[in-house]
């Protein structure tokens, strides 16, 4: 992903810098350069194509042409699953009680992203994060490794139970649905392909991606352009 990313930091360097002498290679790197988060290319909130057919045409594909995501086009898998569409707050996707437990992350060969709702920002949590260990984590589902980005939906149960104790954890995994099918419609929507993975060792792949304590890792959602 690094081509499409370096284009966008680029004109985000300029304008937060004034000044392009030693553009950052990604724009996680130009967020952990300025020690913030950076915004992302404004969200489509229109579209294209109409429900139905996206409906129709959503299916399980697992074949990526080898060629990256631009930044744009991964923001809009980040805005479908969990972006903000009011002044209060509320997203895309639906919460119990309006907790919002989930979390997003995309992970590529050379960047370890992760989402921010409020402002449509995304903020660096590491480099070259193993798209193969992924896929070994994954009981060796290879075809993981083989997409350009692999989005990861992770829960943390305790904002949940602050309210629904016992039945959080059924709670956030229903969410996670929600968010799920949100981004395999809208990269349905925009011609990529999708697949969602829940075949993998939770516990592995949240040691693997240093998450905190408390965060499970719920599912994988491997995307790119039709193989
Ligand atoms: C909860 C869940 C877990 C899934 N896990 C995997 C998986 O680990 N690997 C995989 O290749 N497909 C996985 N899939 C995709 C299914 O194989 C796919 O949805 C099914 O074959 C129906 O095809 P369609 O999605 O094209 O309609 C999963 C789907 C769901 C809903």
Redesign the pocket.
């Known amino acids: 992903m690094t081509r499409g990313w370096t284009a966008f930091v680029l004109s985000v360097a300029l304008a937060v810098a004034g000044c392009a002498s030693s553009a950052p290679t990604s724009v996680l790197q130009q967020a952990e350069r300025f020690g913030t988060a950076t915004a992302l290319p404004p969200a489509d909130t229109a579209g294209s194509k109409l429900l139905g057919t996206v409906l129709a045409e959503?299916?399980?594909?697992?074949e990526f042409a080898n060629e990256e995501l631009p930044p744009d086009v991964i923001g809009q898998l980040f805005w479908a699953g969990q972006g903000e569409t009011d002044a209060a707050g509320h997203r895309t996707a639906p919460s119990a009680g309006a907790l919002y437990p989930l979390e997003l992350y995309a992970l590529t060969a050379d960047d370890f992203a992760h989402y921010l709702p409020e402002g449509h920002r995304v903020e660096r949590r590491g480099d070259s994060t193993s798209l193969q260990g992924l896929a070994d984590l994954?009981?060796g589902?290879e075809?993981v490794s083989s997409a350009p980005v692999v989005l990861v939906i992770t829960g943390v149960q305790a904002r949940t139970e602050a309210k629904y104790a016992a039945v959080a954890g059924d709670l956030m995994n229903r969410e996670a649905?929600h968010v799920?099918q949100n981004i395999?419609l809208q990269a349905t929507a925009l011609d990529l392909v999708a697949?969602?993975?829940?075949?993998?060792d939770p516990a592995a792949i949240a040691r693997l991606l240093a998450l905190g304590p408390g965060e499970e890792v719920l599912?994988?959602i491997p995307v790119g352009r039709p193989g």
Do not use: E, K, M, N
């Open positions: 959503r299916r399980s594909l697992r994954a009981f589902q075809f649905g799920a395999l697949v969602p993975v829940g075949g993998f599912y994988l």
